[in-house]
C-alpha cells in the first residue's frame, strides 16, 4: 500500500502560515485521493481537505474556508498543506492519508494509508 510521511509541523504564532508536506512512496497514484485531516486535543480527527493525485481537483472542509489551499506535486510524490492566517483553534495534530478513488470523503475508514502525523501548535 501507499506510504506517507508528514513533515512540516511546528510552532507558530496567530496570523502566521505553515506549509505541510506530505511524502507518497509505495505505489502509483494516478487513482487516488489524499486527504488532510486533523485532530485536536479532546476532538474527533476530521477532514480538512483532499486533492486527487491525477487531475488536483481539491476539496475542503468549510472550517478552514479559503485560509487553506492543498496542492501536489506528482513529480516529487508530494501533497502540500498551505495554512494561512493560523488561529490557535488550528491547533491539531496533522494527518494526510490516501484512498483509491476520485473524491474527498470524511469517514476516514476509507482511508488505506496514513501517515505519522505532524504537530501544529499555534499560539496566542
Known amino acids: 500500500q501507499v506510504q506517507l510521511v508528514e513533515s512540516g509541523g511546528g510552532l507558530v504564532q496567530t496570523g502566521g502560515s505553515l506549509r505541510l508536506s506530505c511524502a507518497a512512496s509505495?505505489?502509483?497514484?494516478?487513482?487516488?485521493?489524499v486527504a488532510w485531516f486533523r485532530q485536536a486535543p479532546g476532538k474527533e480527527r476530521d477532514i480538512v481537505a483532499g486533492i486527487t493525485w491525477a487531475r488536483g481537483t481539491t476539496y475542503s472542509n468549510d472550517s478552514v474556508k479559503a485560509r487553506f489551499v492543498v496542492s501536489r506535486d506528482n513529480s516529487k510524490n508530494m501533497v502540500y498543506l498551505q495554512m494561512n492566517s493560523l488561529t490557535p483553534e488550528d491547533t491539531a495534530v496533522y494527518y494526510c492519508?490516501?484512498?483509491?478513488?476520485?473524491?474527498?470523503?470524511?469517514?476516514?475508514?476509507?482511508?488505506?494509508?496514513w501517515g505519522q502525523g505532524t504537530q501544529v501548535t499555534v499560539g496566542s
Open positions: 509505495g505505489g502509483t497514484f494516478s487513482s487516488y485521493t
Open positions: 492519508a490516501a484512498r483509491r478513488g476520485l473524491a474527498a470523503v470524511a469517514d476516514e475508514s476509507q482511508y488505506d494509508s
